[in-house]
């Protein structure tokens, strides 16, 4: 990454190219690329690609912090609320992602006292004003998601239906893979295991290649089915792309429940 920053200082250089910060009228043409970098930063935080610790706070917060300059440069942008909607929501469970000795902890057995409950009330009124105005984006659709997840008071009460209606939509603005295997997590709560599997069927797995959720959400779901000698193929595999020491701890322990 060093590297690749270098070489661009110099094309910029070489071209001489300015740096100047953009005009107002300029702003919106520009947001949606700097609402994916601040998402990714946040993403790269909440869940850390690589290293011993689960969670980067240092990034969580940079992001968070961007994403309300953003929207303090420009509050009449929903993308722009939404996002930041997405991150408080997100952020609000931040406490609960490890337990004391650092082991993740799922979102089925997060203690949910211990989310940050005014956050989620700012997240979810700032979902709501983002939804006024129109058709939603992709940020906002997914603020939507999370405030869903949110609101349940027990994960038994997580209302899956609806958040399959609101991944249907969000497939429509954002036809990504990765939506596509989040839908079918979903629909394997709402439908089953069997559901699960046969909607990761139908994405195709050529578009996930190398994603290290596709094959321990395969995995999660072969376990509950009791298709052990499966899913102790897929954990391996999962096992191979992680890079994150808690998340490859945690599919090493789910790997020796199905082969003992």
């Known amino acids: 990454m060093a590297a690749r920053v270098t070489r661009a200082k110099k094309k910029i250089a070489a071209a001489r190219i300015p740096y100047r910060i953009p005009d107002e009228h300029e702003l919106p043409e520009r947001l949606d690329a700097a609402l994916t970098v601040i998402h990714l930063v946040f993403s790269a935080g909440y869940t850390a690609p690589s290293g011993e610790e689960l969670i980067r706070d240092d990034l969580v917060v940079r992001a968070l912090d961007l994403a309300r300059l953003v929207l303090a440069l420009m509050p009449d942008e929903?993308?722009?609320?939404?996002?930041?909607?997405?991150?408080?929501?997100?952020d609000a469970r931040r406490a609960t992602r490890a337990d004391s000795s650092g082991s993740l902890v799922l979102l089925a057995d997060q203690d949910r006292s211990r989310w940050d409950h005014a956050a989620i009330e700012q997240g979810r009124a700032m979902v709501i004003e983002s939804l006024r105005?129109?058709?939603?984006?992709?940020?906002?659709?997914?603020?939507?998601?999370?405030?869903?997840h949110a609101e349940a008071p027990t994960y038994a009460d997580t209302d899956w239906s609806e958040i399959i209606k609101l991944y249907d939509l969000l497939l429509l603005s954002w036809p990504s893979p990765v939506v596509g295997l989040n839908r079918a997590v979903a629909v394997s709560m709402a439908s089953g295991p069997e559901a699960g599997l046969a909607a990761i069927d139908e994405l195709g797995t050529e578009p996930l290649v190398g994603y290290l959720y596709l094959p321990a959400t395969r995995a999660d779901l072969l376990r509950q089915l009791g298709r052990r000698s499966e899913a102790a193929a897929e954990y391996r595999a999962a096992i191979a792309l992680a890079d994150n020491a808690t998340e490859r701890e945690f599919l090493q322990r789910r790997l020796a429940e199905v082969t003992t």
């Open 78 to 90: 929903r993308e722009a609320r939404g996002l930041l909607a997405l991150m408080v929501l997100t």
């Open 133 to 148: 105005g129109g058709r939603p984006g992709r940020f906002v659709l997914q603020a939507c998601i999370a405030a869903v």
